[in-house]
């Protein structure tokens, strides 16, 4: 097996953009970093050379087909990687591939691992069935507790075999003071924001239930009260494709009168610099966030945020709430609601430069205190080490920077 330098293979459909594809990458750099070996089978991505600059090896494997037959024709071929590889552990963190994973990993008789990444709806036995191969693994990391929660619902999983381990923020990547000032002048030139309008980002990537729709509503009440200034909003993401629903928006913000205060520039790779750029962060989504990475993110850049109360971002925003000085790190809002997004909006907007920095401040000690890229880090190898018996855990060099 290779206890003291284990092949780690961690399997994704793509490694372009995402929560689950950056882990994914985050993860690999972590195998490498306590000495062991991680493969990532994919069909490639933008992330793929960052795994290949880490160390770590990308395998290009047909893991984003739902087709029942190239399933178990992946499984043959996966059963044959894990024999040439000397593969330990197998972790999946998606569906498809996951079945594919199952069954090589059962024939090899060799440990398997799931992150349950999002909260899958489930219309049906069929789908319910199809999304449970991601709880029929030997450890279930849940990216929050709402997660942990759905799964038990669910599938009655056993809690002993549920981890939960949050996303993690690099802490350093988003660091107010390792921004320079160029990187955001170049998207504030990138974006045609003048000087002096000031900047509510929306990033995520262009689908319904990410509630872009909901901004541009609330965004028009504020027009129409004479409260939205010279205030630009960017919705950061890829269309993914989705062309008709980013026309729906273009559509939309001119019948609301703001076709001038909005910016889509797909998807902005220096994510830090936004944050940094931004005034205010909204998540807007209208379907649960399993985790909403983010809400963090932002909140470790000091921006305010105000995200949606469904899913996961109460766990991870303290909201503000009238006469508490002090407390706080940001506002949640009910989905789908453009009158109370608006409201929001309007306060954060209307922050004082020192209201702010303190928000900021507080946003950052909370991420900080619990939501790391290296207790994500620590923690997952943890679980390998559980099912493996090695100390990957205790060997890697984030060990000593865990919170």
């Given at each position: 097996m290779g206890r003291t ?6 399997i ?8 689950a ?14 000495g062991?070996?991680a493969?990532v089978?994919?069909?490639?991505g933008?992330?793929?050379d960052?795994?290949a600059?880490?160390g770590g090896?990308?395998?290009?494997f047909?893991?984003a087909s739902?087709?029942?037959f190239?399933?178990i024709a992946n ?14 552990l197998v ?7 996951a ?6 990993s059962?024939?090899?008789?060799i440990?398997f ?6 909260a ?7 789908k ?8 029929r693994?030997?450890?279930v990391?849940a990216?929050s507790g709402?997660t ?8 009655g999983t056993?809690?002993?075999?549920i981890?939960?381990i949050?996303?993690g923020?690099?802490?350093?990547r988003f660091?107010?003071?390792?921004i320079e000032?160029e990187?955001?002048?170049t998207l504030r030139r990138?974006w045609?924001i ?6 509510v980002?929306?990033p995520a ?7 872009q729709h909901v901004?541009?509503d ?8 004479g409260k939205?200034?010279?205030?630009v909003?960017?919705?950061a993401?890829?269309d993914?494709?989705?062309?008709g629903?980013k026309?729906e928006l ?8 703001i076709?001038?205060?909005?910016r889509?520039?797909?998807?902005v790779s220096d994510?830090a610099a ?5 005034h205010v962060a909204?998540?807007a989504?209208?379907e649960?966030e399993?985790f ?6 932002a909140?470790?850049l000091?921006?305010?945020v105000?995200?949606?109360a469904i ?7 303290i909201?503000v709430?009238?006469g508490?000085n002090?407390?706080g790190?940001?506002?949640l809002?009910?989905p ?17 430069e ?20 290296e207790a994500?880090?620590q923690?997952?190898l943890a679980?390998y080490?559980?099912?493996l018996?090695t ?9 000593t920077h865990?919170?």
């Open positions: 330098r284990p092949t780690i293979l961690q994704i459909p793509s490694l372009d953009t995402g929560g594809e950056l882990s994914t990458a985050e993860i690999a750099e972590a195998i490498v970093d306590a062991g070996r493969l089978a994919t069909e490639g933008r992330l793929a960052r795994i600059k880490a090896e990308v395998i290009i047909p893991a739902k087709n029942p190239r399933v499984a043959a071929t996966l059963k044959a990687m894990i024999e040439k590889e000397n593969v330990a972790h999946a963190r998606s569906r498809a591939p079945w594919s994973a199952l069954i090589a059962r024939c090899a008789r440990p691992v799931t992150t349950y990444h999002g899958y709806a489930e219309a049906d036995r069929i319910r069935f199809y999304n449970s191969v991601m709880a693994s030997d450890r990391i990216n709402y942990a929660s759905l799964i038990e619902a669910r599938y056993d809690k002993q075999r981890r939960v949050y996303r923020v690099d802490i350093e660091r107010p003071d390792a000032a990187r955001i002048e990138a045609q003048e000087p002096g309008q000031r900047i980002l929306h990537r262009l689908t319904s239930w990410k509630g901004l541009l609330a965004s028009g009440l504020l027009a129409a009260s939205l200034g010279s205030i909003i960017v919705f993401g890829d993914q494709g989705r062309k629903y026309n273009i559509a939309r913000a001119a019948s609301l009168g076709a001038d205060h909005v889509f520039p797909g998807h994510i936004a944050f940094a750029a931004a909204v998540v989504s209208i649960p399993a909403g990475r983010t809400a963090t993110e909140q470790a000091g921006c305010p105000i995200a949606t899913g996961a971002p109460p766990e991870t925003v909201p709430r009238d508490e002090g407390l790190t940001g506002w809002v009910t789908g609601d453009p009158v109370a997004l608006a409201e929001c909006l309007h306060r954060a907007l209307a922050l004082s020192c209201e702010r920095i303190a928000l900021g401040a507080r946003a950052r000690a909370h991420v900080a205190a619990k939501f790391t890229l994500m880090k923690a997952t679980v080490d559980e099912l018996g100390r990957l855990a205790s060997l890697t060099k984030t060990g865990s919170n």
